[in-house]
């Protein structure tokens, strides 16, 4: 025999050269949309997250930019807890340049048209403010109109609610002020300060009639300054900057409020964005998986093409192609439809931002998604694709033949990119490495532990199969573990969906039982604050007469620090190398004197010395946390400025603060014996279990002194659910995105594994199964599927939620069981949907349909 | 003397597994001639197809070797494997595996197409139409009979006109009647385009049709006979 022609001539075609895999690809694509209708939908609801986000967010940050001087309606603006006073009111008043000023305090307000009142701030304005932007009230003349006298505008929330309008009148403080109309907008208000504490403006030359400002109150002035440019400015700032410093006194320009606003609003974006991330790492999972089901569906196909002289990547390309042109028209899609949903976030924002949101298009992010959505489409359908390379030809003889394994390079790369890429991603997000890594690391947590749970509970129920129930139950349990039903994938796709959103009802439960405590039996919810001491008997026999329980009268001081640790504040402010921080230094303390904890205080360290003899030393407590700030422990010595008198004074011990518990807590607690004859004020606290008799109790309380405030923590209790209700609608609106994606991953799974269940259900009717059995069968098969993956998601939220409120937010972990299970029955209900949505077709197949065809 | 195209030498297939090793081709030896046409049959598990696809290059010998057209396929990848298959190599199944996305025209029409040819559309429509699917050319195999798919699989197998066409059990999924046309069909145009046929069958009725007929029984080759032999099965 002769051996001829040994070396093949054999030339690699590219992929761009090779016509014929573009043809097979659309051809073979033509007849697979509906299975690649999945996978591009996976990728179109990952990468609409992304892009509405992304372009939101360029949005939000040309915002800030262009309405930083609108919002702050000023170049400088100086603020002060104190009146400017000495030298810095010489320096204002020596400034040639356009000023204004203003002075807001907490107040509360009776609407005289209704008897209700409520806790406002109050401010009070004098000059042309704002110099930037403008007031817009209904109607228009309103602001100018507050100019003129006993007149007082409010805040368009606060109107609707207690049902003002203009010509009515209200009582604050002394004075009566006539409604000249509602604010719609004004420079530094709105957005969710005025959802805490709504404001009434009235002129600064009417303050004084309302008789407010008494010893204890507190207030904070504002000096706005105008000037001609950013130079302008600079100079003036640093012109004021040693009299700031000094008096503890801060300052606010443009360009810091473009700052602050920036950063404050990147950190949201951070977040939603991180969520949005979740959406796209979900949907990754969604192509891979879709990639994975579709190529195991080709193998036969690509057994027969390398049997006709396809190679190995050429079978590869040909899919490679479809998942790329769809993955980039999807990818299109995707950007659109993120597009459209950018239009809506403002719409949920509403009220939270203090300015109205552009819904600008953002080129950049539809660009970024594009490129994206092209990128994940290749990297994560790479690798289930990499296995068409290596499907024997052998297989068209033999469909069970299964080669060994093969390890590509291709498959090595594939991982790598694909572990490289969250890290790239989340890093571009969060415009950080670190905090790209430090979600990386998370998100394999979550994922890891989901998989975790999601193993431990198909072991278990294989372990404990209920081999004893009824046929359906047991029939249905059993479809969990058929051949690609990709049970373990869905659970945890759908898992971590359930995960997020009870993972933000946990947090949002946690904070919400910080203020629940007014709920609770014998709490007080109702602070009674700046009680002069001749008005002390006096509040508390109206307390009495209106049958309220008078829980505390707790006298407080107000006094700033002159030394820390024999150092004067001075010289501990021009210490650069001091770490205590300037606020600490300079602010105003509120102290009170007790010989005894407070049921909301704990002491951890040292002990509590009451003083004894006049001649003995003065020790107080100071608050966890505080003791820090100001570098001190026990031992340390003080030196309180009170009312212009100094009281040196040694910390004695430290003492464990629940803040928001049974208030008012404070920093300081001096013994008895020491601060009785210094000027002070009372604080007092009731519950009032009935909002009549809260209406009473207000009325006649701002009739009788009224500059007593009222604090009202029922109100702020709503005031913080509408909050939650607000962002948390954001937040949920972008957690859907990762509850659809796994959705869209289970429709994959049901679709794919149709065919099977029909052949199933038509040997099961051919003996004698009827429709409602196959009906129940599947339903349970949904539901059991529905729970597990629910189960998994709350047993990781609730060990996620615990760690987040205790180590990140510092809260209790608190947790309602009625939420977390509406979530579980959301997600099991979905499920079943799905379910039984395919499952109209399996029920109306013919049974000699199946049967012919397998014959 | 014509040249041989197929030339098996101590051919061993030996599939191993965690608790034992099966030998499932024992030191087959034999070589096949330029046209001529030969049958496999044997029971099942003899190894008939198992030694097809080691002759087409589907798959590795564990021992010894198939020269193919002259060339040596276990000393060759996969990829150039299938560039012999698609120059020289025609293949008929029992099961048709016609690719069910394509239409029937479009599925001859592949393997040229997988060469970088261009016009073939004419010539599979002539090959289709000797097959007698003239009229079926757009349908897809869903929309076909088995005898009728089986026709497009031998259209799409003479398509490149092959040096050697491989057949497993090619009316092993058909009725009599079409069982029938196949065998025609087959032969005929086998005839017509000088193809070497290598046919695997447990039906001795068409082996007797082939010049020659091996028979295999546990992995091994047991008769090589020439003629026609019917009456000895």
Same mark, same amino acid.
């Given at each position: 025999?002769?051996?001829?022609?040994?070396?093949?001539?054999?030339?690699?075609?590219?992929?761009?050269?090779?016509?014929?895999?573009?043809?097979?690809?659309?051809?073979?694509?033509?007849?697979?949309?509906?299975?690649?209708?999945?996978?591009?939908?996976?990728?179109?609801?990952?990468? &609409?997250?992304?892009?509405?986000?992304?372009?939101?967010?360029?949005?939000?940050?040309?915002?800030?930019?262009?309405?930083?001087?609108?919002?702050?309606?000023?170049?400088?603006?100086?603020?002060?807890?104190?009146?400017?006073?000495?030298?810095?009111?010489?320096?204002?008043?020596?400034?040639?340049?356009?000023?204004?000023?203003?002075?807001?305090?907490?107040?509360?307000?009776?609407?005289?048209?209704?008897?209700?009142?409520?806790?406002?701030?109050?401010?009070?304005?004098?000059?042309?403010?704002?110099?930037?932007?403008?007031?817009?009230?209904?109607?228009?003349?309103?602001?100018?109109?507050?100019?003129?006298?006993?007149?007082?505008?409010?805040?368009?929330?606060?109107?609707?609610?207690?049902?003002?309008?203009?010509?009515?009148?209200?009582?604050?403080? @002394?004075?009566?002020?006539?409604?000249?109309?509602?604010?719609?907008?004004?420079?530094?208000?709105?957005?969710?300060?005025?959802?805490?504490? =709504?404001?009434?403006?009235?002129?600064?030359?009417?303050?004084?009639?309302?008789?407010?400002?008494?010893?204890?109150?507190?207030?904070?002035?504002?000096?706005?300054?105008?000037?001609?440019?950013?130079?302008?400015?600079?100079?003036?700032?640093?012109?004021?900057?040693?009299?700031?410093?000094?008096?503890?006194?801060?300052?606010?320009?443009?360009?810091?409020?473009? /700052?602050?606003?920036?950063?404050?609003?990147?950190?949201?974006?951070?977040?939603?964005?991180?969520?949005?991330?979740?959406?796209?790492?979900?949907?990754?999972?969604?192509?891979?998986?879709?990639?994975?089901?579709?190529?195991?569906?080709?193998? /036969?196909?690509?057994?027969?093409?390398?049997?006709?002289?396809?190679?190995?990547?050429? &079978?590869?390309?040909?899919?490679?192609?479809?998942?790329?042109?769809?993955?980039?028209?999807?990818?299109?899609?995707?950007?659109?439809?993120?597009?459209?949903?950018?239009?809506?976030?403002?719409?949920?924002?509403?009220?939270?931002?203090?300015?109205?949101?552009?819904?600008?298009?953002?080129?950049?992010?539809?660009?970024?998604?594009?490129?994206?959505?092209?990128?994940? @489409?290749?990297?994560?359908?790479?690798?289930?694709?990499?296995?068409?390379?290596?499907?024997?030809?052998?297989?068209?003889?033999?469909?069970?033949?299964?080669?060994?394994? %093969?390890?590509?390079?291709?498959?090595?790369? &594939? !991982?790598?990119?694909?572990?490289?890429?969250?890290?790239?991603?989340?890093?571009?997000?969060?415009?950080?490495?670190?905090?790209?890594?430090?979600?990386?690391?998370?998100?394999?947590?979550?994922?890891?532990?989901?998989?975790?749970?999601?193993? &431990?509970?198909?072991?278990?129920?294989?372990?404990?199969?209920?081999?004893?129930?009824?046929?359906?139950?047991?029939?249905?349990?059993?479809?969990?573990?058929?051949?690609?039903?990709?049970?373990?994938?869905?659970?945890?796709?759908?898992? +971590?969906?359930?995960?997020?959103?009870?993972?933000?009802?946990?947090?949002?439960?946690?904070?919400?039982?910080?203020?629940?405590?007014?709920?609770?039996?014998?709490?007080?919810?109702?602070?009674?604050?700046?009680?002069?001491?001749?008005?002390?008997?006096?509040?508390?026999? +109206?307390?009495?007469?209106?049958?309220?329980?008078?829980?505390?009268?707790?006298?407080?001081?107000?006094?700033?620090?002159?030394?820390?640790?024999?150092?004067?504040?001075?010289?501990?402010?021009?210490?650069?190398?001091?770490?205590?921080?300037?606020?600490?230094?300079?602010?105003?303390?509120?102290?009170?004197?007790?010989?005894?904890?407070?049921?909301?205080?704990?002491?951890?360290?040292?002990?509590?010395?009451?003083?004894?003899?006049?001649?003995?030393?003065?020790?107080?407590?100071?608050?966890?946390?505080?003791?820090?700030?100001?570098?001190?422990?026990?031992?340390?010595?003080?030196?309180?400025?009170?009312?212009?008198?100094?009281?040196?004074?040694?910390?004695?011990?430290?003492?464990?603060?629940?803040?928001?518990?049974?208030?008012?807590?404070?920093?300081?607690?001096?013994?008895?014996?020491?601060?009785?004859?210094? =000027?002070?004020?009372?604080?007092?606290?009731?519950?009032?279990?009935?909002?009549?008799?809260?209406?009473?109790?207000?009325?006649?309380?701002?009739?009788?002194?009224?500059?007593?405030?009222?604090?009202?923590?029922?109100? !702020?209790?709503?005031?913080?659910?509408?909050?939650?209700?607000?962002?948390?609608?954001?937040?949920?609106?972008?957690?859907?995105?990762?509850?659809?994606?796994?959705? !869209?991953?289970?429709?994959?799974?049901?679709?794919?594994?149709?065919?099977?269940? %029909?052949?199933?259900?038509?040997?099961?009717?051919?003996?004698?199964?009827?429709?409602?059995?196959?009906?129940?069968?599947?339903?349970? /098969?949904?539901?059991?599927?529905?729970?597990?993956?629910?189960?998994?998601?709350?047993?990781?939220?609730?060990?996620?939620?615990?760690?987040?409120?205790?180590?990140?937010?510092?809260?209790?972990?608190?947790?309602?069981?009625? /939420?977390?299970?509406?979530?579980?029955?959301?997600?099991?209900?979905?499920?079943?949907?799905?379910?039984?949505?395919?499952?109209?077709?399996?029920?109306?197949?013919? =049974?000699?349909?199946?049967?012919?065809?397998?014959? | 003397?014509?040249?041989?195209?197929?030339?098996?030498?101590?051919?061993?297939?030996?599939?191993?597994?965690?608790?034992?090793?099966?030998?499932?081709?024992?030191?087959?030896?034999?070589?096949?001639?330029?046209?001529?046409?030969?049958?496999?049959?044997?029971?099942?598990?003899? #190894?008939?197809?198992?030694?097809?696809?080691?002759?087409?290059?589907?798959?590795?010998?564990?021992? #010894?070797?198939?020269?193919?057209? #002259?060339?040596?396929?276990?000393?060759?990848?996969?990829?150039?494997?299938?560039?012999?298959?698609?120059?020289?190599? #025609?293949?008929?199944?029992?099961?048709?595996?016609?690719?069910?996305?394509?239409?029937?025209?479009?599925?001859?029409?592949?393997?040229?197409?997988?060469?970088?040819?261009?016009?073939?559309?004419?010539?599979?429509?002539?090959?289709?139409?000797?097959?007698?699917?003239?009229?079926?050319?757009?349908?897809?195999?869903?929309?076909?009979?088995?005898?009728?798919?089986?026709?497009?699989?031998?259209?799409?197998?003479?398509?490149?006109?092959?040096?050697?066409?491989?057949?497993?059990?090619?009316?092993?999924?058909?009725?009599?009647?079409?069982?029938?046309?196949?065998?025609?069909?087959?032969?005929?145009?086998?005839?017509?385009?000088?193809?070497?046929?290598?046919?695997?069958?447990?039906?001795?009725?068409?082996?007797?049709?082939?010049?020659?007929?091996?028979?295999?029984?546990?992995?091994?080759?047991?008769?090589?006979?020439?003629?026609?032999?019917?009456?000895?099965?």
């Amino acid at each position: 025999m002769i051996e001829y022609v040994i070396k093949i001539k054999r030339k690699n075609r590219s992929i761009f050269k090779d016509r014929w895999v573009w043809s097979m690809a659309w051809r073979d694509a033509r007849h697979n949309f509906s299975r690649l209708v999945l996978f591009v939908a996976a990728l179109v609801v990952g990468i &609409a997250a992304v892009v509405a986000l992304d372009s939101m967010n360029n949005s939000l940050q040309n915002d800030i930019n262009s309405n930083a001087k609108e919002l702050l309606g000023a170049d400088l603006v100086i603020n002060g807890e104190r009146k400017f006073e000495g030298e810095l009111k010489a320096k204002f008043d020596s400034l040639q340049l356009p000023q204004a000023s203003e002075a807001d305090m907490a107040s509360m307000v009776l609407f005289l048209n209704n008897g209700q009142s409520r806790l406002i701030r109050l401010v009070a304005l004098k000059g042309d403010f704002p110099f930037y932007g403008k007031v817009e009230t209904q109607p228009a003349d309103a602001y100018s109109k507050i100019k003129t006298g006993k007149f007082a505008m409010l805040d368009e929330s606060l109107a609707s609610q207690y049902e003002v309008s203009s010509d009515d009148s209200l009582r604050i403080g @002394s004075s009566v002020f006539k409604v000249s109309g509602v604010v719609a907008k004004i420079p530094g208000g709105g957005g969710i300060t005025s959802t805490f504490t =709504p404001s009434v403006y009235i002129s600064m030359d009417e303050l004084d009639s309302t008789r407010l400002i008494q010893y204890g109150s507190r207030v904070n002035f504002k000096q706005y300054i105008k000037t001609s440019s950013e130079e302008e400015t600079t100079q003036t700032l640093n012109n004021f900057k040693p009299f700031i410093r000094k008096n503890g006194y801060s300052y606010e320009t443009i360009e810091g409020r473009r /700052e602050g606003l920036g950063e404050g609003f990147n950190s949201v974006y951070k977040f939603f964005s991180l969520l949005a991330f979740v959406a796209l790492v979900l949907g990754c999972i969604g192509i891979a998986s879709a990639v994975h089901i579709y190529a195991r569906e080709k193998r /036969e196909e690509v057994a027969v093409l390398r049997c006709i002289g396809s190679t190995g990547w050429q &079978a590869f390309n040909i899919f490679f192609i479809q998942i790329f042109v769809l993955g980039l028209l999807g990818s299109i899609v995707g950007s659109l439809i993120g597009i459209g949903i950018q239009q809506l976030i403002p719409v949920l924002l509403k009220g939270v931002v203090p300015f109205e949101i552009s819904t600008g298009i953002s080129w950049k992010s539809v660009g970024m998604g594009v490129l994206i959505g092209a990128v994940i @489409s290749i990297l994560f359908s790479i690798l289930p694709l990499v296995a068409v390379r290596f499907v024997p030809p052998l297989s068209v003889l033999r469909s069970d033949f299964s080669p060994e394994r %093969i390890v590509s390079k291709t498959k090595v790369v &594939a !991982i790598i990119c694909i572990a490289l890429f969250p890290i790239a991603f989340a890093a571009y997000q969060t415009q950080s490495i670190l905090t790209g890594v430090y979600f990386f690391l998370g998100l394999i947590v979550a994922l890891g532990f989901l998989t975790l749970v999601a193993i &431990a509970l198909l072991y278990l129920v294989r372990k404990f199969f209920p081999y004893n129930a009824g046929f359906i139950w047991k029939h249905s349990l059993s479809g969990l573990f058929r051949p690609n039903n990709q049970t373990r994938v869905l659970m945890v796709t759908i898992g +971590l969906g359930a995960f997020i959103i009870s993972t933000l009802n946990i947090v949002e439960q946690s904070m919400l039982s910080q203020v629940e405590f007014t709920g609770r039996e014998n709490q007080s919810n109702t602070i009674l604050f700046d009680i002069q001491p001749h008005q002390r008997e006096g509040v508390i026999k +109206l307390m009495k007469e209106n049958n309220l329980e008078v829980n505390q009268v707790v006298p407080i001081i107000t006094c700033r620090l002159s030394e820390v640790k024999g150092k004067s504040v001075e010289v501990l402010q021009k210490d650069t190398t001091d770490k205590i921080p300037n606020w600490a230094l300079t602010r105003e303390y509120r102290v009170t004197y007790r010989d005894s904890l407070h049921n909301s205080e704990e002491l951890i360290k040292g002990e509590l010395h009451s003083k004894k003899q006049s001649k003995d030393s003065v020790w107080v407590t100071i608050s966890e946390g505080m003791e820090e700030n100001l570098g001190v422990t026990i031992g340390d010595s003080l030196v309180f400025d009170i009312q212009g008198v100094p009281l040196k004074a040694f910390i004695s011990g430290v003492r464990k603060v629940e803040w928001p518990k049974d208030p008012p807590n404070f920093i300081f607690v001096f013994p008895k014996g020491v601060l009785e004859n210094a =000027p002070q004020f009372y604080v007092t606290s009731t519950r009032i279990k009935e909002q009549q008799q809260a209406n009473n109790f207000q009325q006649q309380l701002i009739l009788q002194f009224p500059n007593v405030s009222l604090i009202d923590l029922r109100l !702020i209790l709503s005031t913080v659910n509408e909050l939650f209700d607000k962002l948390g609608l954001v937040v949920r609106f972008l957690a859907l995105f990762s509850i659809i994606t796994g959705l !869209i991953v289970l429709a994959g799974a049901v679709i794919n594994s149709k065919f099977l269940r %029909i052949k199933e259900n038509v040997l099961l009717r051919t003996v004698g199964a009827r429709t409602s059995q196959i009906t129940k069968i599947t339903l349970i /098969e949904y539901a059991y599927l529905g729970l597990f993956s629910a189960f998994t998601g709350m047993v990781l939220s609730l060990a996620g939620g615990y760690l987040l409120t205790t180590f990140f937010f510092e809260i209790k972990f608190a947790f309602d069981w009625k /939420e977390i299970g509406v979530i579980s029955f959301s997600v099991i209900f979905l499920t079943m949907l799905i379910g039984w949505i395919n499952l109209r077709e399996v029920i109306n197949t013919p =049974p000699l349909q199946v049967l012919r065809k397998e014959g | 003397m014509s040249q041989a195209v197929l030339e098996a030498e101590n051919l061993t297939k030996i599939y191993r597994s965690a608790e034992k090793e099966l030998m499932v081709l024992d030191h087959i030896s034999f070589s096949v001639k330029q046209s001529d046409s030969i049958s496999i049959i044997g029971p099942s598990g003899s #190894g008939k197809t198992t030694l097809l696809g080691l002759c087409a290059g589907l798959d590795v010998a564990s021992g #010894g070797s198939v020269s193919l057209m #002259g060339f040596k396929l276990n000393a060759m990848n996969e990829d150039d494997r299938a560039y012999i298959r698609n120059q020289y190599v #025609g293949f008929v199944f029992q099961n048709f595996q016609l690719l069910s996305t394509l239409t029937a025209l479009e599925n001859v029409m592949v393997p040229l197409e997988l060469r970088g040819e261009r016009n073939v559309m004419p010539k599979a429509k002539e090959l289709l139409d000797r097959v007698g699917l003239s009229g079926r050319l757009h349908h897809y195999p869903s929309q076909l009979s088995g005898g009728e798919q089986q026709r497009v699989a031998m259209a799409r197998a003479f398509i490149t006109d092959p040096k050697i066409l491989f057949a497993d059990e090619p009316t092993g999924n058909l009725d009599e009647e079409n069982a029938y046309h196949i065998t025609e069909l087959l032969f005929g145009m086998n005839k017509e385009q000088g193809t070497t046929l290598v046919l695997v069958t447990h039906n001795l009725e068409l082996a007797q049709r082939t010049q020659r007929i091996l028979r295999m029984r546990g992995g091994k080759l047991v008769d090589d006979v020439v003629g026609r032999v019917a009456s000895n099965y």
